[in-house]
T-cell receptor, first 113, second 115 residues
Framework: GENVEQHPSTLSVQEGDSAVIKCTYSDSASNYFPWYKQELGKRPQLIIDIRSNVGEKKDQRIAVTLNKTAKHFSLHITETQPEDSAVYFCAASRSGGSYIPTFGRGTSLIVHP | GAGVSQSPSNKVTEKGKDVELRCDPISGHTALYWYRQSLGQGLEFLIYFQGNSAPDKSGLPSDRFSAERTGGSVSTLTIQRTQQEDSAVYLC?????????????FGPGTRLTVT
């Protein structure tokens, strides 16, 4: 089955700095990679996703890159703000049939004002 | 529109008792998932329902755990003879799970405490 590794487990940055979270996956057939943000005491919510037919996707201050050859993908947050503080989860899955994403263990991002 | 709802929001039970947790998915979502999240930990997959197909129970940690989904909508997760290690937040999610949208919509969770 799929195995997703996520690093770092904790990331502390100053407001305005950039933050990068990295994930690797094992199943070369995986082709859909979502990122979820979970604020303290709240439910996870999708913030961005990428499919295997593109190498990069941006949405304002958030971007995700995918390297299929190396089987890794990363979340980039620029100009971080205190409200970006949360736990971020990456996931990998195959589309079609049973859609059961495999999640990474999460990265706790702390943005200091 | 209405999102995924779960009840109860909090449940405190004594070791050895049975508990039932309920999930109401978004209307029209054919896929439904249960996850367990221990304090400060990741999302542990428990079970997956998709339409009328047999559920994928590969994540259930023991035979004390079971789940059903009636009429393709509401789901109930049952934990029998609860143990202290069952204490966690139980999250439900639903999804259209089609090529145009795999986004999972999570409920607020049920915080289970076994004393």
């Amino acid at each position: 089955g799929e195995n997703v590794e996520q690093h770092p487990s904790t990331l502390s940055v100053q407001e305005g700095d950039s933050a990068v979270i990295k994930c690797t996956y094992s199943d070369s057939a995986s082709n859909y990679f979502p990122w979820y943000k979970q604020e303290l005491g709240k439910r996870p919510q999708l913030i961005i996703d990428i499919r295997s037919n593109v190498g990069e996707k941006k949405d304002q201050r958030i971007a995700v890159t995918l390297n299929k050859t190396a089987k890794h993908f990363s979340l980039h947050i620029t100009e971080t703000q205190p409200e970006d503080s949360a736990v971020y989860f990456c996931a990998a899955s195959r589309s079609g049939g049973s859609y059961i994403p495999t999640f990474g263990r999460g990265t706790s991002l702390i943005v200091h004002p | 529109g209405a999102g995924v709802s779960q009840s109860p929001s909090n449940k405190v039970t004594e070791k050895g008792k049975d508990v039932e947790l309920r999930c109401d998915p978004i209307s029209g979502h054919t896929a439904l998932y249960w996850y367990r999240q221990s304090l400060g930990q990741g999302l542990e997959f428990l079970i997956y329902f998709q339409g009328n197909s047999a559920p994928d129970k590969s994540g259930l940690p023991s035979d004390r755990f079971s789940a059903e989904r009636t009429g393709g909508s509401v789901s109930t997760l049952t934990i029998q003879r609860t143990q202290q290690e069952d204490s966690a937040v139980y999250l439900c999610a639903s999804s259209l799970a089609i090529s145009s949208s795999y986004e999972q919509y999570f409920g607020p969770g049920t915080r289970l405490t076994v004393t």
